[in-house]
């Protein structure tokens, strides 16, 4: 059994709020509080627990009793959430990672303040790195690599052998075909599919489905009946 650990949570916003959430429902773990910076203080609780700004954290939440937890989403190519890990860091917290319990990672290895989602398959000798987040119900193929604070969205489908550099974001539903390799930075849009290699920074997006210009009552009635 998983020992019990004292959990120190940067930010009181909604990622936060989730990580909390997640971290009670499904583990034993303990969050004991929230840090945030100087600017951003407007309580002193969230949820019933202290809030601390970051020149109080170590005194308040030593590192050597406290780990500590970023759940912020893609800002900025993921360089919010990056920049608030590190400054954790520099602190001289660890940090925990949160993967939820139906998901089967026997042969998977995960860094630290990783956010992974319920509804994973994962598939053998897959390596994930530092400050990934994965949400619902992806794919993720033998020996693929995640690297360092990649975003993941709901339904993405990796397969077999693909690399996803850092930094990157993959939206709703992308597909990365087998063996291929994605730049550092890339934005891959919902729905798109790769299917060679890419270049750093490279924005990969299609079109959404348009609207068919007529009413859905009609419609309905079109393919019951149709003309």
């Given amino acids: 059994m998983m020992e019990r650990q004292r959990i120190v949570i940067f930010g009181v916003g909604s990622g936060a709020e989730m990580a909390r959430r997640h971290f009670t429902a499904d583990t034993l773990h303990e969050i004991s509080g929230h840090i945030v910076d100087r600017e951003h203080l407007t309580e002193?609780?969230?949820g019933g627990l202290p809030v601390v700004i970051v020149d109080e954290a170590t005194a308040r939440f030593p590192p050597e009793r406290y780990l500590a937890f970023v759940l912020l989403g893609a800002s900025e190519m993921n360089s919010v959430r990056i920049k608030k890990y590190q400054l954790l860091k520099s602190l001289g917290y660890q940090f925990i990672s949160f993967i939820h319990s139906s998901n089967r990672i026997a042969s998977a290895k995960f860094g630290e303040n990783c956010f992974v989602l319920e509804n994973?398959?994962?598939?053998l000798d897959v390596v994930v790195g530092n400050n990934v987040v994965i949400w619902s119900g992806c794919q993720i193929g033998d020996r693929t690599k995640i690297e360092d604070n990649v975003f993941m969205a709901s339904h993405v489908v990796l397969a077999g052998d693909s690399l996803i550099g850092e930094s990157s974001y993959l939206g709703i539903n992308c597909a990365v075909a087998n063996g291929v390799k994605l730049g550092k930075r890339c934005f891959v849009g919902a729905n798109a599919l790769i299917a060679s290699d890419t270049n750093e920074g490279a924005v990969h997006v299609v079109?959404?489905?348009?609207p068919l210009g007529i009413d859905s009552r009609r419609f309905a009635k079109m393919i019951r009946h149709p003309i």
């Fill in 44 to 46: 002193r609780t969230f």
């Fill in 120 to 123: 994973q398959s994962i598939n």
């Fill in 207 to 210: 079109e959404p489905t348009p």
